[in-house]
């Protein structure tokens, strides 16, 4: 911490705005911090030092600044709390440049640091500006063709995320992006090559976005999907930018802002309509969770139901964004039926989105085999459910996973209960290494 500037009139007159003590802020400065993968230990102590003018290091103010936004329901900057210094980072006009700058900010190791301790912004988690007509000359949702390497990319950083996790390779799409794609934008074609090559470093930020999400770095994955919608925007494919929104809504349902998931998930099926089937079910899919966590039964049925019927309808691809897996949607229905309450319902669609995972997909077979064995045990069905953990351990070996290491102390933490059990410890003392 800095010297003392004088006491912090800004901060208590927010405290007491968000009904708040020393001690809840501090509380909630310790969630966010764990959204970005610190672990912090403030307490009231901490506050009270703030309180007195001490300035809390990088980047406690931009996660105390968050904290209160959320409380308080408007955004509140560093500047706002009395913690002068580090300036907001600036959203340019141009999303090129943007993005551009984002890149190169990541690939750089000094400037990394202080973009991976970016919190996640309900703030910013609002449905963005949908892009008007299609470009010329290039069907919405097509595969662009800015050229076989990029094309490439995408399908290998896609792959890398199934067989691998999203900590696996993360520094290398990185440097592409900003060693290879950003020079690339700033060509500036025209016409449909333009488009093209927008819709392309959209997926390739997607990518990133998902890998980062997947990492566990909220806010640096946020970013990345920003500008992921609006490279697609700018290409004026409604397609690309409904799939992003809708990765936006699965994000914040993960992390608990249930109106921004809500209304990102409903404006990602509307721009959809008009999109090929794959891409119909995969936004559908997600208005569904959002509507069930909501409490809307009916409409997540609908929605689900719609899901299904577009799934049935798609044909095969090839293309990772062309496609959405019987699994994925099986996985999906699975959290519409847990949140609606039907447990075997949710067990059933678990058990088929296992059983139809490629062995490709590490990724996706560990968390599904999670998920099953935790709704086994709420079940009551104990060996069943260690059977399915001890599947789960073996994926997660091959993965570099932060959902993965969540879904491991979530089972930990379920199985500490039964730790006489003798399939229980086994698996208890085969995890330990994994804390």
Request: contains cysteine.
């Amino acid at each position: 911490m800095t010297n003392p500037r004088g006491p912090n009139h800004q901060l208590r007159a927010l405290l007491t705005e968000a009904g708040w003590t020393q001690e809840a802020l501090a509380r909630a400065v310790n969630a966010l911090g764990a959204e970005i993968g610190a672990a912090l230990r403030y307490d009231r102590t901490a506050v009270a030092h703030w309180l007195a003018g001490t300035q809390p290091r990088h980047p406690v103010p931009q996660l105390a600044a968050e904290a209160l936004s959320r409380r308080i329901g408007r955004a509140v900057t560093p500047e706002a709390a009395g913690f002068p210094g580090r300036p907001r980072d600036a959203r340019p006009a141009d999303p090129v440049a943007g993005f551009t700058a984002l890149c190169r900010s990541d690939a750089d190791a000094e400037r990394r640091v202080g973009l991976h301790q970016r919190p996640y912004r309900v703030a910013d988690a609002v449905v963005p500006t949908p892009p008007g007509p299609a470009s010329p000359g290039r069907p919405p949702g097509g595969r662009p063709e800015a050229g076989p390497a990029l094309h490439d990319a995408v399908t290998f950083f896609a792959a890398s995320i199934d067989a691998h996790g999203g900590r696996h390779a993360r520094s290398a799409l990185s440097a592409y992006l900003a060693d290879d794609v950003a020079p690339l934008l700033a060509t500036r074609p025209a016409g449909r090559a333009r488009a093209e090559l927008l819709v392309a470093a959209s997926r390739l930020a997607f990518l990133l976005a998902r890998m980062y999400e997947d990492g566990l770095l909220h806010g640096v994955a946020q970013r990345y999907y920003t500008y992921a919608h609006r490279l697609a925007g700018e290409a004026g494919d409604r397609t690309a930018w409904s799939v992003v929104v809708r990765a936006m809504s699965a994000q914040a349902q993960r992390l608990g802002h249930l109106p921004s998931a809500l209304q990102l998930a409903e404006a990602a099926g509307r721009a959809a309509r008009a999109a090929p089937q794959a891409h119909q079910a995969y936004a559908q899919a997600q208005f569904a969770v959002t509507l069930a966590l909501t409490g809307d039964r009916r409409g997540a049925l609908s929605a689900l139901g719609r899901a299904e019927r577009a799934a049935d309808r798609a044909g095969a691809a090839s293309d990772p964004f062309d496609s959405y897996p019987a699994a994925a949607l099986h996985f999906q229905a699975a959290s519409v039926l847990e949140a609606l309450g039907d447990l075997s319902g949710a067990l059933a669609a678990l058990r088929r989105a296992a059983g139809e995972r490629p062995a490709a997909d590490v990724r996706g077979l560990a968390l599904t085999q999670a998920r099953f064995a935790g709704l086994l045990l709420r079940g009551g069905h104990l060996d069943e459910a260690c059977a399915s953990w001890e599947a789960f351990l073996t994926a997660r070996e091959r993965l570099r996973s932060g959902d993965a290491e969540r879904a491991l102390r979530d089972m930990r933490q379920a199985l500490l209960p039964f730790r006489n059990r003798k399939p229980v410890a086994d698996l208890l003392t085969r995890s330990a290494h994994g804390r």
